[in-house]
């Protein structure tokens, strides 16, 4: 078979063989942040009450409280919040009123897209071993 130069010549252009300018790197944009919500799953065996400031609108913050009841999720931010505001919650352990004791957490939580906070006990004879995991 025989086999024409100019179509070897367009071949061979076609696939890079010709002169081409300096290489660009490519660089990726980091993804944009979401706004979003923030819930607690509570899975430990005491009510957990969570408080948080909300300064979303300057002129009247607020503070917004929450009583997550045991083995149960709840919003805890009360509204969406915008992409990027770092936010602290404030997380009180209620156990019986015959232990006494209240153990308080906080953790800072930065928004990008829907925040799952799940509270466990790693051991639950113990409510001062309070662990707090992200979800998102």
């Known amino acids: 078979m025989k086999v024409g130069w100019s179509f070897l010549a367009t071949l061979w252009l076609g696939c890079g063989g010709g002169q081409q300018g300096p290489i660009e790197p490519v660089v990726e944009e980091p993804p944009a942040k979401r ?3 923030v819930s607690l799953a509570n899975s430990t065996v005491y009510a957990i009450e969570v408080a948080y400031l909300n300064e979303v609108d300057a002129s009247a ?3 917004v409280r929450t009583t997550v009841p045991v083995g149960q999720r709840a919003d805890i931010s009360d509204a969406v919040l915008p992409a990027g505001i770092e936010v602290e ?3 009180v352990l209620i156990p019986p009123i015959a232990d006494g004791v209240r ?5 800072q939580v930065a928004i990008d897209g829907d925040v799952v906070l799940v509270v466990r006990l790693i051991d639950e004879a113990d409510p001062f071993s309070v662990a707090i995991a992200l979800e998102s």
């Open 61 to 63: 913050p607020r503070i």
């Open 89 to 91: 919650f404030a997380l």
């Open 103 to 107: 153990v308080r957490r906080k953790i």
């Open 35 to 37: 706004a979003g919500t």
